[in-house]
């Protein structure tokens, strides 16, 4: 099927994506107005009977000291991903954005090609001989991504590399909590003793998990400020914060949530979550130094989790993970936290590549890893 991709309202993009299970929070219109540094547009796909069957939005970045941009579409686009012929689906785009002025694509599907469950992960972190997830067997394979990585190839775009080059890329591997079928009580069974055990423990010792607004974001941004001291990574600024609570909170007031675990009027952890449709992420975490005893972060992780669960959601997703299943790696702690959930490790296809002027997209290439 010959399908036309045009520009369409940020009203027809929103309408689309209610009407899936399920959309990355970052092919939402509303993101478009968080990520102010680039210039957006909402894409439709348009079958021969002019119904919208495909939508996704596309970030510019242009390239300092040239006309050209790069075109991005984070966690998208929104289309069937399982079908033969995805030429035909990104065809149409291609030929869209070299009119718009796209120096390259960069395209980012969160179809699952492999995932591993708590337990073969847990069996690699104690296997002396395994450093990489990747290296391990998974116990599923998807078919439909197998098929998608042959074709993309095949239409000449670059597969994602271990170590990506400009840092506008999305976590390749995540790990999600699936909700389908459980109750709270399955929810809990399904995770490690040493969490169940966490969970009651901040229960005895009164930790209390409320939801904020965002008034409460200065007490989330200091703890936060905390969190990126003591575990060596760079903070966003305060503003950014604000601008994606409005920004998503505009186009559904449900979509943002700031919960705050606080032990005897000590806040102690923090959180940010996110849910489009059947679909919860947790976005952003923060937890004090003092008072860990309480296990704060594991309390308000439960509520989110349970408030996903409530909402009719099928996946709770904690977001990225590293590649690293070695013990002697400090990134292994993040898996270690996660893995307890009981949930699963999942590989995306990925970020691909396609470079339309292969000149300006490694000046570009080069310009991103200088900033980062």
Known sequence: MAFRVRTITTDDHAAFNASQPAVSFLQTP????VKSEWVSESLGWFDDR??????????????????ASLAYLPEGPVIDWASDDLAGWLGPLVEHLKRSGAFAIRIGTTVAARTWS???????????????????????VND??????????????????????FS????????????????EQQLLQGMN????????????????VTQGGVGDLPDFYRVYLETAKRDHFIPRPFGYFPVMFEALLAEDKDR??????????????????IRVGEHAWYSYGASATAKREVRGSNAVQWKMATDALAAGCTVYNLRGITDTVDENDPHLGLIQFKVG???EAVEYLGEWDLPLNRLLYKAFDVYMSRRG
């Open 30 to 33: 509303a993101w478009a107005s």
């Open 144 to 165: 439909i991504a197998v098929r998608a990585r042959v074709q993309l190839r095949r239409l000449g775009w670059r597969p994602p590399k271990e170590d990506d080059g």
């Open 341 to 343: 959930t009981g949930g």
């Open 118 to 140: 708590a337990a073969t992960v847990k069996a690699a972190m104690a296997d002396p001989g395994a450093t990489r997830l990747s290296e391990v067997p998974p116990d599923t």
């Open 193 to 208: 003793q040493m969490w169940r055990r966490n969970i009651k423990k901040a229960d005895k010792a009164g930790v209390v």
């Open 168 to 183: 506008a890329g999305q976590p390749r591997r995540v790990f999600q909590v699936l909700l389908v079928g459980k109750d």
């Open 256 to 273: 943002i949530r700031l919960y705050l675990a606080h032990h005897e009027g000590d806040l102690v952890a923090a959180t940010i979550w």
């Open 50 to 67: 002019g119904r919208l069957v495909g939508a996704g939005l596309v970030l510019y970045r242009r390239l300092p000291g040239a006309k």
